[in-house]
């Protein structure tokens, strides 16, 4: 099956992992691509009015589509719902798509909208940089020592299935780095409502994370399906163009990135001798 860019520009992500590897003639796939001109429709739309309930009522038939083959089928028996294929995260990943353009349409400075790409996570003082893939997000492009890299300026990460404390910790851990190396880079947490941190937790267990991003209507509701919730999309938007706004392009100015210095020590020259990497 072809694949075509001008056909599919802002579903380009999804139709991708839907086609790649083996798979792509399977059943669900194939009904899957039977939506991509609806779904290419309701972004495209949704980038230009803004109006989230008219978008996530457009795309509901494929939504449900897909929640249903990632959570009512048996696990790891069809495409969809093998985790390591992305199908299914893709789709949500390119489900936010429009928020971000239209976050990065209404700022007072330029960004990149990133979707599944690498951005800096750490810089060194000698200009090395480590990067770390993000799922969706804004990013300034910053050249150090003639090189030019994308920073973060928006990261998310993106959590289907359950959220409990240990995922919501990992998350957040990534997320650090980020604030670590620029406190103004805002980082978000989205969920496919399955959260099931303890009720009792408190706010600390996020503690680098600025915005957890629920993208349906009832948490725990994940027996029968469960409708996106098209006010929090429109409430994300807001937030970020205010939030966004008030730091301005000085906040992401190369100046505010910290670097990190290394230690000079090689991790595998003790490993691979039999002895201790010692890290104090």
């Not at 609806?38 to 939504?63: H, L, M, N, P, R």
């Not at 000698?126 to 990013?139: E, I, Q, T």
């Not at 730091?247 to 670097?259: A, L, Q, R």
């Amino acid at each position: 099956m072809e694949l075509t860019i001008k056909e599919h520009e802002f579903v380009l992500h999804h139709k991708q992992k839907l086609l790649k590897e083996d798979g792509s003639s399977h059943p669900m796939i194939l009904k899957s691509l039977e939506y991509m001109d609806t779904f290419e429709d309701a972004i495209s739309e949704c980038i230009q009015t803004g109006d989230y309930q008219k978008y996530v009522e457009t795309i509901t038939e494929y939504d449900q589509y897909l929640w249903t083959c990632n959570y009512k089928e048996k696990q790891k028996s069809n495409p969809i719902n093998i985790t390591q294929n992305k199908k299914y995260s893709s789709y949500r990943e390119n489900l936010l798509y429009p928020i971000f353009v239209r976050v990065k349409n209404r700022l007072n400075f330029s960004v990149e909208v990133i979707l599944d790409e690498p951005v800096v996570q750490v810089m060194f003082s000698d200009g090395s940089v480590n990067f770390k893939n993000v799922d969706m997000g804004l990013a300034v492009i910053k050249t150090v020592n003639g090189n030019t890299f994308k920073f973060p300026v928006v990261t998310d990460e993106d959590k289907a299935g359950q959220l409990c404390k240990t995922t919501a910790q990992n998350a957040t851990a990534i997320n650090g780095r980020f604030k670590k190396m620029n406190p103004s880079v805002i980082t978000l947490i989205s969920t496919d409502n399955h959260v099931t941190i303890g009720k009792r937790e408190d706010s600390f267990l996020l503690n680098g994370t600025d915005i957890l991003f629920p993208i349906r209507e009832n948490n725990l509701k994940n027996k029968v399906y469960n409708k996106l919730n098209w006010r929090n999309f429109q409430r994300l938007e807001e937030l970020l163009v205010e939030t966004l706004n008030q730091k301005g392009s000085e906040s992401f100015d190369i100046s505010n990135y910290k670097t990190s210095s290394k230690s000079g020590k090689i991790i595998r020259e003790s490993v691979d001798n039999g002895d201790l990497f010692v890290n104090f």
